[in-house]
């Protein structure tokens, strides 16, 4: 059975920094499209940041470039998200996906078929 497992979310205040990193069980990876998406409340789920499968090719959305940094470790079948400068708007629930079919990038969520349970991030003004 394959799973997603986040870990990482919490509490911070703004301008604080968080680490999110995701496990992947029951099949590697190293082949496929990975990334994260976050929902705040209210609002539809959005992509956040995606790796192709080497993580040498890399996508974000305008509104955390330069602060948040993707990075993948196949061998380890992980996926990290370092999120720096953390703004209240950034508070949603984030999410780990990966791609069963692509393994360049992507950012549209219908692309992504493994999901995680999520891990709420919380940043405080």
């Known amino acids: 059975q394959v799973q997603l497992a986040e870990s990482g979310g919490g509490l911070v205040p703004a301008g604080g920094s968080l680490r999110l990193s995701c496990a992947a069980s029951g099949r590697t990876f190293e082949n496929n499209a990975m990334g994260w998406f976050r929902q705040a409340p209210g609002k539809e789920r959005e992509y956040v940041a995606t790796?192709?499968?080497?993580?040498?090719?890399?996508s974000y959305t305008e509104s955390v470039k330069g602060r948040f940094t993707i990075s993948r470790d196949n061998a380890k079948n992980m996926l990290d998200l370092q999120m720096n400068s953390l703004k209240p708007e950034d508070t949603a629930v984030y999410y780990c996906a990966a791609s069963r079919s692509f393994s360049g990038l992507r950012v549209r969520k219908d692309e992504f078929d493994y999901w995680g349970q999520g891990t709420q991030v919380t940043v405080s003004s």
């Open positions: 790796a192709d499968w080497s993580g040498t090719r890399l």
